[in-house]
């Protein structure tokens, strides 16, 4: 039985999708906006009348602010009065576990593995999808309700059951996160031919600190920023600040919520180093590599995801929902959504049975002249 009740929510949830997007390709008399809505009405109705089994109202509810906001963005949510300040705190932390997630064939999927958490320690990789968290489907379950319950699983220091399907989806297997201590790398540094490499994994709270003290005896030569995702907005503007002296280094802007645009501040050590994207880039890592870019750093790698949205909660009277209120803005102040940050120049990355880092490669050859002057 409960498979048919899955079943239901998920046709539901595609139908409200659907109408969903009708509303957002363009439609926009009013007539065409409620003979929509009365559609939708009367889906919910029929279903409340004729299924076979009797329906929880509020899990249906639910499905269908899923399907309608997830058209919207992936993280996109109506969250109840209670729920606000959990909400906001979930997301400006690190990912439960270390297991930052999107979505992927309509379930749940890893996104970002940060290094040293669980979430590393149990072997888990980008893209691989999560069909069950224990024994629970994640399809058709909103992303922020996942990553709440994780976060609350962690708190109570409690072991979490993942079934796990390859990034191929071939095979499947059992995955267990442990609990235990960890903190998020905000980044390294490494010295290949003489040239420092300073890689960013994440910008949490306190990172453009911390990135600084990595750039107090000169800024590195190369700045990597593949694979970055996960992190807070005003961290990545903080450390693209640390290497622009002067003029604008990132704006957004938004219908209703107007525009903002950030300009650098004194103090940088106004050497713009070579930036390294691909198209695991996303997000901060958009904000940051286009903010670069901007000042007249070079990008090499490939086109970035194009998933950078300004998000706020945004309230009307009890309803709460967390949504895109803005669009940041690339160097040529056009959306970063959809398209990216384009390099300046495109180059092919490894294949992954195969060994060496094409795009670093290339970095190391293009400053290899300033090497030698400098020395």
């Known amino acids: 039985m409960k498979r048919f009740r899955i079943a239901l929510l998920v046709t ?8 969903a997007g009708l509303l957002t390709a363009g439609l926009t008399s009013k007539e065409t906006l409620f003979q929509a809505l009365g559609n939708l009405a009367e889906v919910v109705h029929l279903v409340e009348a004729e299924y076979v089994d009797e329906l929880d109202p509020a899990v249906l509810a639910t499905s ?3 399907g309608i906001l997830e058209s919207v963005d992936p993280w996109a949510a109506v969250v109840t009065e209670d729920q606000v300040e959990a909400y906001e705190e979930v997301f400006s932390s690190p990912p439960p576990y270390g297991l930052g997630l999107s979505l992927r064939l309509g379930s749940a999927a890893v996104r970002d593995v940060f290094s040293g958490s669980p979430a590393t320690d149990a072997g888990l990789v980008n893209w691989e999808v999560i069909e069950k968290i224990d024994g629970v489907y994640t399809r058709g379950r909103p992303l922020w309700q996942l990553a709440l319950d994780l976060a609350d699983r962690e708190a109570r220091g ?25 903190q998020p790398v905000h980044a390294k540094v490494e010295v290949n031919e003489d040239a420092r490499i300073l890689t960013i994994e994440s910008l949490t709270r306190g990172s453009a600190t911390a990135i600084a003290a990595m750039v107090e005896e000169g800024a590195p030569e190369i700045l990597d920023l593949r694979g970055l995702v996960w992190g807070l907005e005003d961290q990545a503007v903080a450390v693209a600040d640390l290497f622009v002296a002067h003029g604008t280094i990132a704006a957004w802007t938004g219908r209703e919520a107007g525009n903002e645009i950030i300009e650098a501040t004194a103090g940088a050590v106004d050497v713009l180093p070579m930036v390294l994207v691909n198209h695991e880039t996303e997000g901060v890592g958009e904000i940051l590599a286009s903010a670069l870019q901007r000042s007249g750093a070079v990008l090499l790698g490939q ?5 950078a949205p300004h998000m706020e909660i945004v309230r009307r009277g009890d309803l709460n929902l967390w949504i895109p209120v803005g669009r940041w803005l690339g160097p040529d102040d056009e959306p970063l959504r959809g398209s990216g940050v384009a390099p300046d120049e495109e180059i092919e990355p490894a294949q992954e049975e195969s060994e060496g880092d094409p795009v670093l490669e290339r970095a190391l050859e293009l400053i290899r002249p300033d090497l030698a002057e400098a020395a």
């Open 303 to 307: 086109p970035t995801m194009g998933h």
């Open 12 to 19: 539901s949830v595609s139908l409200v999708v659907f109408f």
């Open 64 to 66: 269908l602010d899923a």
């Open 158 to 182: 409690e072991v979490v059951n993942l079934t796990v399907m390859d990034r191929q989806v071939d095979e499947r297997r059992e995955v267990v996160l442990a609990p235990g201590e960890w």
